[in-house]
């Protein structure tokens, strides 16, 4: 990436511009992003993960989430270095419209957006799409394939998700290193070509 085009924090680092930009991982409930980030990151993620009780089931859907036990309650946090010019801060984002607040801090400075889906939940990335609309930033979509799920054509999870055509659709396994690197660049990617 060019570093006069890109409008992240700048740092001398042994004679080269090292870029550090501010990357956001969002997504429905239980969609994966804690998992994404914490297979991305090369620094110990800071997850603020807290245990759910029964008393919250009617607020956050647990269907197709066995085993999920706790969920973030404000933010995921990680580090991935791309190359040797480009810095990712990788920031996990709630996507449920109560952070609606959180959404109006993280989305400062943030080039770019990974959108998590899960195909066999599309409804609930709904609330997603109209808060990455709202706030204007520039999104791909990873489709996390859970063990099982149904198989959907892109044309179909476009039309579902009224995506533009110029915006990418990846899929990825939020558990698998490269598949989620590979999520990652197909969005810088697309920011780069924005910027040309
Ligand atoms: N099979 C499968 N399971 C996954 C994948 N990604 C995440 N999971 C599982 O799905 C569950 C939810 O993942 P999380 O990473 O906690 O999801 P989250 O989006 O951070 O959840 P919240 O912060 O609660 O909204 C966990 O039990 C993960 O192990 C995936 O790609 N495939
Ligand atoms: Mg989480």
């Given amino acids: 990436m060019d570093s006069k085009h890109v409008s992240g924090e700048k740092t001398l ?4 511009v090292q870029i550090a930009a501010k990357i956001l991982v969002v997504g429905h409930f ?12 090369e620094i110990p993620p800071l997850r603020t993960e807290e245990t759910m009780t029964q008393a919250a089931a009617h607020i956050d859907d647990l269907k197709g989430t066995t085993g999920k036990t706790t969920t973030t309650v404000a933010m ?11 810095v990712l801060y990788l920031f996990g984002t709630p996507g449920q419209q109560r952070f ?7 989305t400062r400075g943030a080039l770019g957006a990974l959108v998590l889906v ?8 709904f609330a997603v799409m109209d808060l990455v609309e709202k706030y204007g ?11 099982g799920t149904l198989a959907r054509s892109e044309e179909e999870l476009r039309e579902a998700l009224d995506l533009l055509p110029e915006t990418p659709v990846v899929t990825c396994d939020a558990r698998d290193e490269k598949s989620s690197a590979n999520a990652l660049v197909a969005l810088v990617r697309y920011l780069q070509s924005r910027t040309r």
């Fill in 76 to 86: 995921d946090f990680g580090r991935l270095t791309l190359n040797e010019r480009l």
């Fill in 30 to 41: 239980a969609v994966g992003k804690t998992t994404f980030i914490g297979t991305l990151s």
């Fill in 100 to 106: 609606v607040q959180v959404w109006e801090d993280m």
């Fill in 137 to 147: 930033v520039p999104y791909a979509i990873a489709v996390n394939h859970f063990d």
């Fill in 118 to 125: 899960d195909p066999q939940r599309l409804k609930e990335s």
């Fill in 13 to 16: 680092l042994h004679d080269k």
